[in-house]
């Protein structure tokens, strides 16, 4: 436990500076998977039959592309793309579900039916929780539990100001219950898209 207290050592035992340090390691790990999920997005694009949303999915790969942050609408606009064919939960292929896999922290290592099963899973758990935090308040949070709350939705809070994180879990929020049951699977791809390029996250 001394010599490998991330492995063996549950998170209340760590030290604050390893907290950072072990947040840091497992959020770098997540990252990894946005290439594959960003390149995934650029792949299917021909695939949408709309033209209106077939713009609005490549001006968004575009804009991450170049770093950019997107707003709330230009994920917003997506939403069909995401509840029907070639995006919805039941839609996505193997290896988009690998990548999210990472990009949740969950093993990748199992069959795509039961990958599928647990990323609908947890995705329906972080939504139902997200209705009951904007009903709350995000101002009845303390500042851990903001961090918190934004790490679990694929934002490294470790480096970023404390109001900085307040707006960003506020946008995912109002994206979040914007979103019904169907269209799940944005508020999934949301754990890359809201935070790849939000301000402070180049680690």
């Known amino acids: 436990m001394y010599l490998f207290p991330r492995q063996l050592l549950i998170k209340h035992f ?4 390893q907290q950072i340090d072990f947040l840091d390691i497992y959020h770098a790990l997540r990252k990894q998977s946005h290439p594959e999920i960003l390149c995934y997005l650029e792949k299917i694009i021909p695939l949408i ?3 209106g949303l077939r713009w609005h999915v490549t001006e968004l790969c575009t804009k991450l592309q170049r770093g950019t942050h997107p707003a709330i609408h230009d994920i917003l606009a997506l939403r069909e793309c995401f509840s029907n064919h070639p995006l919805s939960m039941n839609q996505l292929h193997a290896l988009q579900l690998k990548a999210l896999s990472r990009a ?10 039961l990958l599928r099963h647990r990323l609908k899973a947890h995705t329906t758990v972080i939504h139902q929780l997200d209705k009951a935090l904007a009903k709350l308040g995000i ?5 851990q539990e903001v961090r918190s709350a934004c790490y679990l939705r694929g934002l490294n809070s470790t480096h970023i100001a404390e109001e900085r994180c307040r707006t960003w879990l506020g ?3 109002q994206i979040s219950c914007s979103l019904k049951e169907a269209e799940l699977s944005l508020l999934l791809h949301n754990v ?3 935070s790849t390029n939000y301000i402070g996250t180049r680690r």
């Not at 101002?139 to 500042?143: E, F, M, S």
């Open 14 to 17: 760590w030290t604050a500076k």
């Open 49 to 51: 039959s709309d033209a």
């Open 171 to 173: 946008e995912w929020l």
């Open 192 to 194: 890359f898209l809201l």
């Open 104 to 113: 949740m922290l969950l093993t990748p290592y199992l069959p795509s039916f």
């Open 139 to 143: 101002g009845q949070l303390t500042a």
